[in-house]
Each structure stands twice: as structure tokens, then as C-alpha cells.
């Protein structure tokens, strides 16, 4: 009889988690199972476009010097990827620089500059700024730092 309180008790928080993480509102068994299944079908999605993307990047590197850059708008800020295919002396700091321009504080990065440059960086806005940003202006921030970095590097 304990055995099966415990069994149940734990099949009720299994679930419980499983409705958090898929941010589901639904009560029953079923809908949760279903809620999960859709936001797995999502994620499955955005793995897909981004492989794509990263595809993309990489046949179209050799004619376009410039690297691939997205930005995804998150509940508080902005995940910001950078792309490309070869190393980039410098390119982190014009980065950064933009960023710090943009008054947008790096909650969290992730970065490789051996053999090819990438970039993942989560990005929030200072709340003392009292306007805010969308994703395109974050974009259009990035591109343009390395414009700039493109260009003085060309000029050495």
C-alpha cells in the first residue's frame, strides 16, 4: 500500500515538473503529456532551422567575409549567436564595445576564437535605461560592431 502512495506521489511530481518546464497550464495527465509533446515538436523545429542556418553559414562563408548573427528575444533580454568560420583577432572586444553602447549587460557567455569565431552570448537590458530594445536594433548593433572591426582590420 506505501509502495503505491510512493509510486503515485512520485508520478505526481514527475508530472508537475514536466508541466513547469513545458510552461503547460493543464491539469490533467493527458494535456500535460500533450503540452510536452508540442513544445518537444518545437524545440525539434528550432534545432532543424538553426542546423540550417549553420549550413548556410558555412557554404555561404567563402563569398560573404561577414559571419552569421541571430538574435532571439528571451523573457528578460536577448540570446545573441555570432558566426564564423575562421579566427577573428579582436572582433570579441568591437563586440562587447556594441553591447556596452547598446547599455545591454552579458549575463552569460560562451566563446571560441581558435579556429573559427562563435559567439553565444545572453544579453539583458539595463533597467535604468527606461526605453526599451527589440531584437532587430540588437542585431543591426552587432553587424555594424563588426563592420567597424572588418574595416580597421582590413586597413593594418
Request: glycine fraction near 4%; hydrophobic fraction near 40%.
Amino acid at each position: 500500500m506505501v509502495s503505491r502512495e510512493n509510486k503515485r506521489a512520485a508520478l505526481h511530481e514527475k508530472l508537475q515538473l514536466l508541466r513547469s518546464i513545458t510552461n503547460s497550464h493543464a491539469l490533467n495527465k493527458t494535456s500535460i503529456i500533450m503540452d510536452a509533446t508540442k513544445y518537444i515538436e518545437e524545440l525539434k523545429q528550432k534545432v532543424e532551422r538553426l542546423n540550417q542556418d549553420m549550413e548556410a553559414a558555412q557554404t555561404s562563408s567563402h563569398r560573404n567575409p561577414l559571419p552569421m548573427v541571430t538574435v532571439e528575444t528571451l523573457e528578460k533580454g536577448f540570446l545573441i549567436n555570432v558566426f564564423l568560420d575562421r579566427s577573428c583577432p579582436g572582433l570579441l572586444v568591437s563586440i562587447l564595445e556594441a553591447f556596452e553602447e547598446l547599455g545591454l549587460n552579458v549575463q552569460e557567455a560562451r566563446v571560441s576564437c581558435t579556429d573559427s569565431f562563435r559567439l553565444q552570448a545572453v544579453g539583458g537590458e539595463n533597467e535604468e535605461q527606461g526605453e526599451c530594445m527589440d531584437a532587430q536594433v540588437v542585431k543591426q548593433a552587432v553587424l555594424q560592431a563588426i563592420k567597424n572591426w572588418n574595416e580597421s582590420t582590413e586597413q593594418e
